[in-house]
Nanobody
Framework: VQLQASGGGLVQPGGSLRLSCATSGFTLDYYAIGWFRQAPGKEREGVSC????????YYADSVKGRFTVSRDNARNTVYLQMTGLKPEDTAVYYC????????????????????WGQGTLVTVSS
């Protein structure tokens, strides 16, 4: 099982970025994918999650209305569209996967996930 986040970079406040999580080594159709971030000196926090079918999506309050998660199982890729970026969104962003049998109880908790990818750095600064 491999996941690789990409698409990070330097962006001005108010700008947008789209992160991608490329997956391999497993059938994405059966897995929920979560996005997490970790700022320097802070705990890793859940940002968003998308269920295996895409029917259910979840967002942290801090990003609701600004971030949108989506998935393309045919391309084995999950996306996180980020708009209205703020300096406090600066962090390393990670994607993670969990085999999903039933609806996730805690989709934004890192303990829910079994597989993690390398992160991608997002810096929001003028």
């Amino acid at each position: 099982v491999q996941l690789q986040a990409s698409g990070g970079g330097l962006v001005q406040p108010g700008g947008s970025l789209r992160l991608s999580c490329a997956t391999s080594g497993f059938t994405l159709d059966y897995y929920a994918i979560g996005w997490f971030r970790q700022a320097p000196g802070k705990e890793r926090e859940g940002v968003s999650c998308i269920s295996k079918t895409g029917e259910n999506t979840y967002y942290a309050d801090s990003v609701k209305g600004r971030f949108t998660v989506s998935r393309d199982n045919a391309r084995n890729t999950v996306y996180l569209q980020m708009t209205g970026l703020k300096p406090e969104d600066t962090a390393v962003y990670y994607c993670a996967a969990v085999f999903q049998l039933v609806r996730l109880r805690a989709p934004l908790q890192k303990e829910t996930y079994d597989y993690w990818g390398q992160g991608t750095l997002v810096t929001v600064s003028s």
